[in-house]
T-cell receptor, first 113, second 113 residues
Framework: EAQVTQNPRYLITVTGKKLTVTCSQN?????MSWYRQDPGLGLRQIYY???????DKGDVPEGYKVSRKEKRNFPLILESPSPNQTSLYFC????????????FGPGTRLTVT | SQQGEEDPQALSIQEGENATMNCSYK?????LQWYRQNSGRGLVHLIL?????REKHSGRLRVTLDTSKKSSSLLITASRAADTASYFC?????????????FGAGTILRVKS
């Protein structure tokens, strides 16, 4: 089944404790991205990647890191999480570019206390 | 910066009625996409309309695009209780603005049975 998977689905952590949210897709998509969703703000893009070893900042990259060492995986790293990073996070992928139909993962609900 | 803005923010209708949601954006686009999100879950792609298209249909969905007014509308005909969800427009801009998809804040649709 074609899908985007994220882990963990739920995470409660404390300020400053490094964490990684994994994202994997099995559709051989070149383009992958991370979004955060906050009430009243819609989805805001954090980082995106057009292919292996090619990443770029979205609209809200501060406090986040990404890497794309393999085509199928695009982990999101929070080196020192803060409470303002409490949010619902989505990974998405598509063929080629942002202008193509995006396939979304199920989401990761992160709480930083 | 947020590109698309939907209105209304929330819409409540009876089953069988039509639902219309509007989206406005600010810069030139490559295409505009609509997505649906059931409560707290991943987004699902509904329909994509290119900048040189004016109208597109998919089942009970009808999307229009007016590039001169920088606006789009999504019409859901003969609504069902299962259409209850949040609906987001997303714009894919020209490549000089970055390979990004920018989402609006969404319209919450409630269909009462």
């Amino acid at each position: 089944e074609a899908q985007v998977t994220q882990n963990p689905r739920y995470l409660i952590t404390v300020t400053g404790k490094k964490l990684t949210v994994t994202c994997s897709q099995n559709m051989n998509h070149e383009y992958m991205s991370w979004y955060r969703q906050d009430p009243g703000l819609g989805l805001r893009q954090i980082y995106y990647s057009m292919n292996v070893e090619v990443t770029d900042k979205g609209d809200v990259p501060e406090g986040y890191k990404v890497s794309r060492k393999e085509k199928r995986n695009f982990p999101l790293i929070l080196e020192s999480p803060s409470p303002n990073q409490t949010s619902l996070y989505f990974c998405a992928s598509s063929f080629g570019q942002a202008s193509y139909e995006q396939y979304f993962g199920p989401g990761t609900r992160l709480t930083v206390t | 910066s947020q590109q698309g803005e939907e209105d209304p923010q929330a819409l409540s209708i009876q089953e069988g009625e039509n639902a219309t949601m509007n989206c406005s954006y600010k810069t030139s686009i490559n295409n505009l996409q609509w997505y649906r999100q059931n409560s707290g879950r991943g987004l699902v792609h509904l329909i994509l309309i290119r900048s040189n298209e004016r109208e597109k249909h998919s089942g009970r969905l009808r999307v229009t695009l007016d590039t001169s007014k920088k606006s789009s509308s999504l019409l859901i005909t003969a609504s069902r209780a299962a259409d209850t969800a949040s609906y987001f427009c997303a714009t894919a801009g020209r490549m000089e603005y970055g390979n990004k998809l920018v989402f609006g804040a969404g319209t919450i649709l409630r269909v009462k049975s």
